[in-house]
């Protein structure tokens, strides 16, 4: 699996799912602990998997942290509450900054952007 793909979602969730493949593969190895070859095997697998899952876990912890600590530092008046449309927030001045479309604008299709050029000229 790809790192970037490994973080990116709910980490705590995917740390659930890796704690929860390494458990059944450490159970998986003792059931099969008279064949020694498979049960190195196992007992590999489910200590990765489970090196994983508390790695996860960490990593998701910290983010919880990390942006926590972020958001305390932004001021009140820019993160504003999202109650009143008229004040501006943080995500709002995000997208405005980084120039982010807004979900209900679509992606022009290449028609339209060919459209756009034959009329520009």
Known sequence: MEFGRLLSGDPSRSSKLYLAI????LV????????R??????LLDAGLFIGVGIALRKYSQ?????????ESQVPDWLAGSGADSSEP????FAKRQFGQR????????????????VSSL
């Open 102 to 117: 807004s979900e209900s604008e679509p992606e022009p299709t290449i028609t339209d952007r060919a459209r756009g050029i």
């Open 37 to 42: 070859e498979r049960f190195r095997r196992e």
């Open 62 to 70: 910290l983010k919880a942290q990390k942006r926590a600590e972020l």
């Open 89 to 92: 927030t943080l995500q709002s």
């Open 28 to 35: 998986k190895a003792i059931a099969v602990r008279n064949d």
């Open 22 to 25: 390494g458990l059944l593969s």
